[in-house]
């Protein structure tokens, strides 16, 4: 096998002239060149000029480089910014027939060749026809079929002229319609402008292949000599598609060849390809027979025939596993059940697998961490003292009472990670969307709203997508309704604590109360400022579904998890401080340090606040007095209970729990239950952290931000109220 | 002509939700459906979007999630499309 030799003269001072001979356009400046001088004559007038194009991230630039090597020349175009590249196409000489290499493989079995008869016809115009005769090569003008046998039995010695050819990369073009200044160029370059090059490679995706042919059916239809390279067959294997070079040279009516520049294979076949249609007469365009150009309708119907015959595996059993198992997951019944159930076993498996783990770690922050730190104090003369309360009865019993749930959270963005890495959260998106689209909602304000379920802060961002301002509006309004992660870590601390095996269930419950509060806080803002406003039409490309893949999965989880750590350290490490001082004031006697918490200023300021919260069965001031640390961030709520409790001698998550019950039973006369359940659903729809209302009113101002507090406010002390009465009736 | 570009631009008229939809409405083969739905997009007739369900960097606040959503990219892709 003889292989391409990308020895590449490229040169300046042709380049720079204007004796391009039959180059198309005018010259290229040069920007990074290796100077090369090289003859006039081989950039002259017999050296053919092939255009490589194809759709952006086909290959073609890798392929460009594969047959030129490094040395080529790149620049703008004068009077533009599109840049391309040039170089010289060596061809070793070659004294082997060349049907061997038309009809036998190079031993590569991906790299093949297919070559089309295709009959020369008239040209499009007289002045095209003058043009592309002079750049057309002089043997085997005649297109009939012993010339052109003869001209693949022609050797290829260093006297023939094609075996050097000028290369030029176009930009990336989807089409000649001229949407873009790449596209515009290369349609006037290739068709508009004369000389045209004496033949175009087209570079297709075998990944991707009706995408790539959409500008190979507009080439065809101009009189042009064209070579498919069909590229990523490796990629198109991957993906279950097979291209079949003889159909599809047979459907395009073009020679097709194979390649692979990354290995570089394929592009002795392609050398010879190019030649041999070289010596051929410029083909005759697909044409209508009314002579009117076609229109893109009619492209894609012949794509898709081409489509049809030219790939013998087209990817559809691979999607087609996806699609039937989207049939299922999909269905307007099943979908939203099987959703439930998957979100129900990700918040189970959460709370039970992670409970041993919790345990642990609040064992060891409450003992040997406490108990060390405050030996270490006392060993320094600080025990007993206002530092020994600040850093173990706050950081230790606070930030380390939220640091129990780190397995707990580990597990669960784990769990989520490996659903979305499988392709199944994308679904979750249709499923949401589809609710959305029924209850007439905006389909695109889900998009935000899907990523509340994350954080509330960067959906509010989101909204930005949306382009009527109303919709942005109602959007941003909504968006606190979703239950972030913060809010999920305080469900699951309350749900290990209250409902036991239960508590992956109440999690989940309150998940779908989140989804229930979106919609039905959605419906009523419909039938006030969401009136006459249209659905916006919805298409969601879901990828086929995958193995989820350790790396990624424990990457994506660690990343979330990262991201809690950070907030403990940060937001919470301050709130604990802030809220250890207020438990160190005294208002009645005790100093400053040594405050009972019962007495302290901060039990004295929510004592005026948890009567409002008396009917809703949380009128305890160590419970309101938590909604308001959880102002600053939800996950502040947990430390906030273990710097109260941890004061009161109960430093681990069983005593917390306890003593918490005890709270819950005290403030709602035994229905400690019914208590908790409605200081969830308060939670869920109380104020957004302090971020979250920055966010909106950098979005909506301070008047609609005002507002929305006040709904959330509203809807959050109603619901609860009604929780609380209702349950308390069954608990 | 009813050719693949107008059945695709049909099926978005007729509220098909995803891709696998149109495919089974129309027949066609999903490459030629993907294909005319980038076509539409190229031509300014439908915007493509690119669907995260995590949260983009640097904007978090006190949110645990705050910063996951450098991962995007590696996920599986849902696209958004709606009309111009």
Redesign the interface.
């Known amino acids: 096998m003889t292989a391409s030799t990308p020895t590449v003269p490229v040169v300046n001072e042709v380049l720079g002239s204007t004796d391009m001979g039959p180059c198309c356009g005018p010259p290229v400046p040069a920007k990074t060149t290796k100077r090369t001088r090289t003859s006039r004559k081989a950039m002259g007038g017999d050296v053919p000029v092939i255009a490589l194009v194809g759709a952006p991230n086909v290959g073609k630039s890798t392929l460009f480089n594969a047959m030129t090597g490094s040395n080529v020349t790149m620049g703008n175009w004068p009077g533009s910014t599109v840049e391309i590249s040039r170089g010289t196409w060596r061809h070793k000489p070659k004294t082997v027939s060349r049907k061997r290499h038309i009809n036998q493989p190079e031993g590569d079995s991906q790299t093949n060749t297919a070559s089309c008869e295709h009959q020369p016809g008239p040209m499009a115009t007289g002045q095209q026809s003058v043009e592309l005769a002079s750049a057309a090569p002089t043997v085997a003008s005649s297109g009939d079929a012993p010339t052109r046998a003869l001209a693949r039995e022609l050797p290829m010695t260093a006297s023939d002229p094609y075996q050097e050819m000028t290369i030029i990369d176009f930009p990336g073009a989807?089409?000649l319609?001229s949407?873009s200044p790449d596209e515009e160029f290369t349609r006037r370059h290739l068709v508009e402008q004369s000389p045209a090059p004496s033949l175009i490679i087209a570079v297709v995706d075998a990944a991707?292949?009706?995408?790539s042919?959409?500008l190979v059916s507009e080439v065809r239809e101009h009189p042009l000599r064209v070579v498919v390279a069909v590229s990523m067959s490796d990629v198109g294997s991957r993906h279950g598609?097979d291209v079949d070079i003889d159909a599809l040279s047979e459907a395009l009516e073009v020679p097709v060849v194979r390649v692979d520049p990354r290995r570089r294979t394929g592009l002795d076949d392609l050398a010879h390809t190019v030649r041999d249609t070289l010596a051929l007469e410029v083909p005759s365009p697909r044409a209508r027979m009314d002579g009117i150009e076609y229109?893109?309708?009619?492209r894609?119907?012949w794509?898709?025939k081409v489509?049809?015959k030219g790939t013998k595996n087209?990817?559809?059993a691979r999607?087609q596993l996806?699609?039937r198992v989207?049939r299922i997951v999909?269905a307007k019944v099943a979908g939203p059940l099987i959703f439930i159930a998957v979100m129900w076993a990700v918040f189970q498996i959460t709370t039970t697998v992670a409970s041993p783990l919790q345990d642990l770690l609040g064992e060891l922050f409450a003992g040997p961490v406490s108990s060390g730190v405050a030996w270490l104090l006392s060993a320094a003369g600080l025990g007993d003292t206002w530092v020994e309360g600040l850093l173990v009865h706050g950081l230790i019993g606070g930030v380390g009472m939220l640091l129990t749930f780190v397995p707990l959270?580990a597990l669960m963005f784990i769990l989520l990670a490996l659903l979305?890495?499988?392709?199944y959260?994308?679904r979750a998106?249709?499923l949401t969307?589809?609710i959305m689209?029924a209850l007439g909602l905006p389909?695109?304000a889900f998009?935000p709203l899907?990523?509340g379920?994350?954080?509330?802060?960067?959906?509010i961002?989101?909204t930005r997508?949306l382009s009527q301002p109303r919709h942005r509006l109602m959007t941003v309004l909504l968006i606190p309704f979703t239950a972030?992660?913060?809010r999920l870590?305080v469900f699951v601390m309350l749900g290990t604590v209250f409902f036991g095996r239960w508590a992956g269930t109440a999690v989940f419950v309150m998940y779908l109360v989140s989804i229930l509060l979106v919609v039905a806080t959605g419906l009523v803002l419909r039938s006030t400022l969401w009136r006459a406003m249209p659905s916006?039409?919805?298409?969601?490309?879901?990828?086929p579904y995958?193995v989820p893949t350790l790396r990624?999965t424990l990457?994506?989880a660690w990343?979330?998890l990262?991201?809690?750590l950070?907030?403990a350290a940060g937001?919470i490490v301050a709130t604990v401080v802030v809220v250890w001082i207020l438990q160190a004031i005294p208002t009645g006697a005790g100093t400053f340090g040594h405050a009972d918490t019962d007495t302290s200023l901060y039990a004295w300021l929510a004592r005026h606040v948890a009567p409002i919260f008396a009917p809703a069965g949380f009128g305890a001031w160590q419970i309101v007095s938590a909604l308001f640390v959880g102002f600053?961030?939800?996950?502040a709520i947990i430390s906030s209970w273990g710097q109260t409790f941890a004061v009161s001698g109960t430093e681990d998550i069983t005593g917390l729990g306890q003593q918490l019950t005890a709270v819950f039973n005290a403030s709602s006369n035994g229905h400690a239950l019914a208590a908790v359940a409605a200081f969830m659903v308060f939670l869920l729809a109380y104020t957004p952290?302090?971020?979250?209302l920055?966010?909106q009113k950098r979005e909506v101002g301070w008047r609609w931000t005002g507002v929305g507090v006040l709904i959330q406010l509203g809807v959050a002390i109603i619901m609860a109220i009604v929780v609380f009465q209702v349950a308390r009736v069954f608990w | 002509?009813?050719?693949?570009?107008?059945q695709v631009a049909d099926a978005?008229?007729h509220?098909?939700?995803?891709?696998?939809e149109?495919?089974?409405a129309t027949g066609?083969?999903?490459?030629?459906v993907?294909?005319?739905?980038?076509?539409l997009v190229?031509?300014?007739r439908?915007h493509l979007?690119a669907?995260?369900?995590?949260?983009?960097l640097g904007?978090?606040?006190?949110?645990?999630?705050?910063?996951?959503?450098?991962?995007a990219a590696?996920?599986?892709?849902?696209?958004?499309?709606?009309?111009a």
């Open positions: 989807y089409s319609d949407t991707h292949l009706a995408r042919l959409y598609v229109d893109e309708d009619e894609f119907a794509i898709a489509v049809g087209d990817g559809s999607q996806s699609d989207d999909l959270m979305e890495d499988s392709g959260l994308a998106a249709v969307d589809r689209g389909g695109r998009l899907v990523v379920f994350g954080c509330n802060v960067p959906a961002a989101a997508v972030c992660s913060a870590t916006e039409p919805l298409v969601i490309d879901l990828p995958q990624l990457s994506v990343v979330r990262r991201g809690f950070k907030t937001i600053v961030a939800k996950e952290c302090v971020a979250t920055a966010a | 002509m009813n050719g693949p570009l107008s978005f008229a509220n098909k939700r995803s891709v696998p149109i495919v089974r066609l083969n999903r490459d030629v993907q294909a005319c739905v980038e076509h190229s031509t300014g439908l979007e669907l995260s369900s995590g949260c983009p904007a978090c606040g006190s949110c645990a999630a705050g910063s996951s959503c450098g991962h590696a996920r599986p892709r849902t696209a958004h499309v709606r009309a």
